[in-house]
């Protein structure tokens, strides 16, 4: 008999992993299934190049129309998934019930919205099409924009937005902006945003929104208000695994699997919905991958250069490209490898734990990529590590 495959969510590792899947030589019937009209599309831009203009949604497509046909699958676009009997290998899609032999969970994450987050015109999160869309046009009309959030998305949106002309403030309960980076290089991003005109609040807690009509500005928790014409909610994101109703769902509300995706017999998932979570781009491409040749039973030499893929993530801060590579913790030390001069944020660095490099950064200094990736990939001793870099500041 035929197998069914399905794809719960048309998102970055669903499409990854069908076309996996078709490279390996599976032939049987997949069944895409997608939340959003649209077909699968790159998410990253929207918080970049979508959000100024630069960027058209045709660009965002990760697949054309002949390559998706020649996947030949079913798709079920606008099609929201809403139950799963894993007893009877059932997805539920409203009144619809799509059999499975074989199924792959990967609907990502959703917006984390604070419990003072109403439906009020200009008031905005950032996660698919629409949302941009949305943002995009109402900031056309404003001149003052707060940012709730100082990770990634926030930070980069906020970047687009003052380069385009808006007075924007950043508002995080952190010390500084994305904390993630460490704090070397986090203090940099920060005085970085400062010096290009961003307001940045720091240690303050938002309590609740200005305005009954629309959003008026927001209130902090120490009594101040801080007056905008918009605001973007980027607090972090959820697995979205509402639509499993408690099946499968770890506490934390992720999809708990093996390095390999698997979840059970039947089941594996992929992306940010994981435990583990993709984090960035090339993770979940590389995570969508291993998870075909898991649900394939493939194990060659692609599969173990996969397993050992350094983790990847960037960012871009105004015109600078903060690249981190590895899994740097709160603690870990920082050292700098390579600097164009004292003070630039362009600049290499390595993190270390215990005197093992556990990760590293770069910052718009392509030639020490390949090193820093290699170094970081290798884990070895950071003493060892540092005599790859022979000249630690250079024109």
């Known amino acids: 008999m035929a197998d069914k495959l399905v794809v719960v969510g048309a998102s970055l590792a669903g499409i990854k992993a069908v076309q996996e899947l078709r490279l390996l030589g599976y032939g049987d019937a997949i069944t895409l299934i997608g939340a959003e009209p649209h077909g699968p599309y790159d998410r990253p ?12 949604a045709d660009d965002l497509r990760l697949v054309d129309d002949d390559a998706l ?21 059932q997805v539920q899609c409203g009144d619809r019930r799509v059999d499975y032999d074989r199924l792959l969970i990967a609907t990502g994450a959703s917006p ?29 009309a404003a001149e003052t924009i707060v940012v709730v959030g100082g990770g990634f998305i926030g930070t980069e949106a906020a970047a687009h937005l003052t380069a385009s ?4 403030t950043v508002v ?6 994305v904390p993630p980076l460490g704090t070397h290089m986090a203090d940099l991003v920060t ?23 629309r959003v008026r500005g927001v209130e902090l928790a120490d009594g101040r208000t801080i007056a905008a014409d918009a605001v973007l909610v980027s607090i972090g994101a959820v697995p979205e695994t509402r639509w499993l109703n408690g099946s499968l769902v770890s506490d934390n509300g992720s999809l ?18 994981t435990s583990q979570g993709a984090g960035h781009w090339f993770s979940a491409v590389n995570q969508a991958r291993r998870v075909a040749r898991s649900m394939l039973g493939v194990v060659d030499n692609t599969t173990r250069r996969l397993e050992q893929e350094v983790r990847y993530m960037w960012t871009d801060q105004f015109e600078f490209k903060v690249q981190m590579l590895g899994v740097a913790m709160p603690g ?64």
């Not at 950032?126 to 943002?135: E, H, Q």
């Not at 290009?196 to 938002?206: D, H, K, L, Q, S």
């Open 45 to 56: 831009p929207l918080s970049k190049g979508f959000l100024s203009g630069t960027v058209s």
């Open 69 to 89: 046909a020649a996947l030949d699958v079913e798709l079920l676009l606008g099609t929201e998934a809403t139950g799963l009997d894993v007893e009877s290998m």
């Open 112 to 140: 984390r919205r604070p419990t003072w987050f109403r439906g009020l015109p200009g008031l905005h999160v950032l996660r698919s099409i629409d949302d941009a869309d949305g943002l995009r046009a109402d900031i056309a």
């Open 165 to 168: 002309g808006k007075r924007v």
């Open 172 to 177: 995080t309960d952190a010390d500084t902006l």
């Open 191 to 213: 005085e970085l945003h400062r010096s290009r005109g961003v307001g940045v609040v720091t240690g303050a807690v938002v309590d609740g929104l200005l305005g009954d009509d």
């Open 256 to 273: 708990t699997c093996d390095p390999d995706g698997r979840v059970n017999e039947t089941v594996w998932a992929a992306g940010d919905v």
């Open 332 to 395: 870990d030390e920082f050292t700098v490898v390579s600097q164009a001069e004292p003070g630039s944020p362009e600049i290499a660095g390595l993190f270390s734990r215990d005197g093992m490099v556990s990760g590293g950064v770069v910052v718009n200094r392509p030639r020490d990529l390949a090193v820093v990736r290699r170094v970081v990939g290798a884990a070895e001793p950071l003493e060892s590590a540092l005599d790859s870099f022979p000249r630690k500041v250079v024109a």
